[in-house]
């Protein structure tokens, strides 16, 4: 039975399988559930181990860590066989990861529940690098990036699906975890500590039987491959890992979008980490459930930000918004961090709506750089940039440690929307110069 789509030697179809895409695009929510979660996590942690707000951002190290560590990897697994198989691999080692809470939770130790978040966060970097780029790939060339923004639509609906998983399945009602513990025995606030570990594992059993679902729709779905079509007579290699690194390290335009993505990743993860303390430091009258209502505006901010970025787009320059967006956000930032009352809450929840674009734009427009027989291991090395997320959010949280303000601690977050601004339009004055030595050639 023939496809319904066509296959060009660049990899890219006629159309888009529409059944096809949607499937790959509510992978894009998986992973969103589970770094919400990690949201939870921090504050839950904080209180449940006693840490400082450094040590409580190392879920954030070991989660994007771990996908720092498995891109290239799986790019290789992409290579050799598929998207799609990558995307299972993926499916397995989140659901092995979710599976390890349950040990972690009996153990309760800080170091075991970083382990099962490391663990997870090798299977989204399965998911991400063969989904991201799979996304570009899933139809006509010249809808690339837009498709892929379509597809991080879908992200803010699992984010915030993860923050009311732990808002009513790990947070309690009445005062708040340290204002409880501070009012017990050392024997009451152990016992306290244990039973709000055990609360960490109802989201996860809800994950599970969600992946499974997925796991097996995506096993018995027919995809394209996507890949680039190599003549059979053709002598040229496929280039190795060491190869196509040294072309991208030489790609200029390539590593100024790593360096954008890098910050901009670490930024937005940053701010959702510490909303929820933020919200806990401004108001001591509320407790972590309560708190936990701002990130879900955030994540509904953020949805509504992305069907305000793609009619946008759609319109207008691409590095014309971006740059908008960068502006508005680098005042939002200042708010937040010097505003003495509680609406700089506000003005961190309302960051999200900014947010949107970014990402997904800067990953297609950064993959358009590449060469096409590089695009796989390129994908994989924008998202090892997630990494940003891995040391952006620990900086805040050690400035917050330094200076005995988590608002100030926003400040960090300020730098990193700049340089997004400042490479955007680096960018638009770049193709601007390049359109007028084009038109001058072709004179």
């Not at 399945?169 to 975890?177: A, D, K, P, Q, Y």
């Not at 609360?199 to 809800?206: D, I």
């Not at 937005?268 to 459930?289: C, G, H, K």
Request: aromatic share 14%.
């Amino acid at each position: 039975m023939s496809s319904k789509w066509i296959q060009y030697d660049n990899g890219y179809l006629n159309k888009t399988p529409i059944f096809q895409f949607i499937l790959l695009s509510c992978l894009f929510p998986l992973w969103g559930a589970a770094a919400s979660l990690n949201d939870i996590l921090i504050t839950q942690f904080k209180s449940v181990f006693d840490l400082s707000d450094f040590a409580s951002a190392l879920v954030q190290s070991a989660f994007y860590g771990g996908y720092f560590l498995i891109s290239i990897p799986a790019s290789m697994v992409i290579k050799k066989t598929t998207y799609k198989t990558a995307i299972l691999c993926g499916l397995v080692f989140y659901i092995a990861g979710c599976s390890l809470f349950f040990p972690a939770s009996h153990m309760a130790t800080y170091t075991m529940f970083l382990v099962a978040v490391f663990a997870i966060a090798i299977g989204l970097g399965f998911l991400e690098t063969a989904s991201n780029t799979y996304s570009t790939m899933l139809g006509p060339e010249k809808q690339s990036t837009l498709r892929l923004n379509i597809s991080q639509t879908f992200y803010p609906i699992g984010a915030a699906a993860g923050i009311l998983l732990g808002k009513y399945l790990i947070f309690e009602e009445g005062e708040s975890m340290s204002a409880q513990i501070a009012a017990m025995t050392a024997e009451q606030a152990h016992a306290y500590r244990l039973d709000m570990l055990m609360n960490t594992l109802e989201p996860y059993r809800v994950l599970i039987v969600v992946l499974l679902a997925v796991f097996a729709l995506f096993a018995f779905t027919k995809y394209p491959s996507c890949k680039p079509v190599v003549p059979e007579n053709a002598k040229v290699k496929d280039p190795g890992i060491g190869e196509t690194l040294r072309y991208l390290i030489g790609n200029g335009k390539f590593m100024k979008g790593i360096l954008a993505e890098f910050l901009y990743v670490g930024m937005q993860v940053a701010v959702w980490s510490f909303t929820i303390r933020l919200a806990l430091t401004m108001d001591a009258s509320i407790n972590e459930r309560m708190a936990a209502n701002f990130m879900v505006i955030s994540y509904a901010c953020f949805f509504v930000g992305k069907f305000i970025a793609n009619f946008l787009l759609a319109r207008f320059s691409t590095n014309k918004v971006l740059v908008a967006y960068s502006v508005i956000g680098c005042l939002l930032v200042l708010y937040v961090s010097f505003m003495p009352s509680f609406t700089a809450v506000y003005a961190a929840v309302a960051i999200s709506v900014l947010m949107g674009p970014c990402w997904a734009t800067i990953y297609g427009e950064t993959l358009k750089t590449a060469d096409k027989k590089y695009t796989a291991t390129a994908g994989a090395v924008l998202v090892m940039s997630i990494i940003g997320a891995a040391i952006v959010p620990a900086i805040q949280g050690y400035v917050s440690d330094m200076t005995g303000s988590m608002q100030f601690s926003f400040i960090v977050n300020f730098f990193c929307f700049a340089y997004v601004g400042y490479y955007f339009f680096a960018k638009s004055r770049t193709e601007q110069a390049e359109d007028v030595v084009s038109t001058t050639d072709q004179e």
